[in-house]
């Protein structure tokens, strides 16, 4: 069981360039999350879904979009990146209504030149 | 006002001994959840325990412990017998609400933890 898997592990992207982060989940969770992490500002959510199907804004949605076609995918795109976009993107997902807890994947490190 | 602060940037702790990460909240829920994430120099984050707003006894999980103080609004993890793979950034988070749709965390900027040989 692979758990959550991301790709690219890290990439070098031009300002103005599109890119997409791709995001897998294989457990079955109905809610997947993309958070950014910046070094002295901890982790902040970017967008959320609670089920396939559907989407919302978190704390940062600001020039990044996501889809959830289904359960398992849920790819985070750039439409045109700029240096502030520079950071460590983490996807994450897990149980509906329960306590349980979210459960990430080895991340993203993103570079806009 | 930031809904979950960590006051402590850095901290360094000797070898075998016991540590204190401090988390205060704010929310004005009555229904909510506080988690501790641990994240090596690898990356990856790592559950440690969760703590749920009605639950009456202190979260332990093995070496780690919640010391959840409602009244104070904190939720600090207690490491017992600290060891160098201890050391790690530090992330308290925090669930507002219960059920379908509330399962978002907010978390705070994290404590480099340090342990000393």
């Known amino acids: 069981i692979a758990g959550i898997t991301q790709a690219p592990t890290s990439q070098i992207l031009a300002a103005g360039r599109r890119m997409t982060l791709r995001c897998t989940q294989d457990?079955?969770?109905?809610?997947m999350y993309w958070y950014r992490q910046d070094l002295g500002l901890g982790l902040r959510l970017i967008h959320y879904?609670?089920?396939?199907?559907?989407?919302g804004k978190g704390e940062v949605p600001d020039g990044y979009s996501v889809s959830r076609a289904n359960t398992d995918d849920f790819p985070l795109t750039l439409a045109s990146a700029v240096p502030s976009q520079t950071s460590v993107y983490f996807c994450?997902?897990?149980?509906?209504?329960?306590?349980?807890?979210?459960?990430f994947g080895p991340g993203t490190r993103l570079t806009v030149t | 006002a930031q809904k979950i602060t960590q006051t402590q940037p850095g901290m360094f702790v000797q070898e075998k001994e016991a540590v204190t990460l401090d988390c205060t909240y704010d929310?004005?829920?009555?229904?909510?959840?506080l988690f501790w994430y641990k994240q090596p120099s690898s990356g990856e984050m790592i559950f440690l325990i969760y703590?749920?707003?009605?639950d009456e006894q202190n979260a332990t999980e093995g070496r780690y412990s919640l010391n959840f103080q409602k009244a104070r609004k904190s939720a600090n993890l207690v490491i017992s017998a600290s060891q160098l793979g201890d050391s790690a950034m530090y992330f308290c988070?925090?669930?507002?609400?219960w059920g379908f749709g509330n399962e978002k965390l907010t978390f705070g900027t994290g404590t480099r933890l340090t342990i000393i040989p």
């Open positions: 457990m079955r969770h109905n809610a």
């Open positions: 988070a925090m669930r507002e609400g």
């Open positions: 929310t004005s829920d009555q229904s909510y959840g």
């Open positions: 994450a997902s897990s149980e509906s209504g329960t306590t349980n807890e979210q459960y």
């Open positions: 879904s609670n089920t396939a199907g559907t989407t």
């Open positions: 703590q749920g707003s009605y």
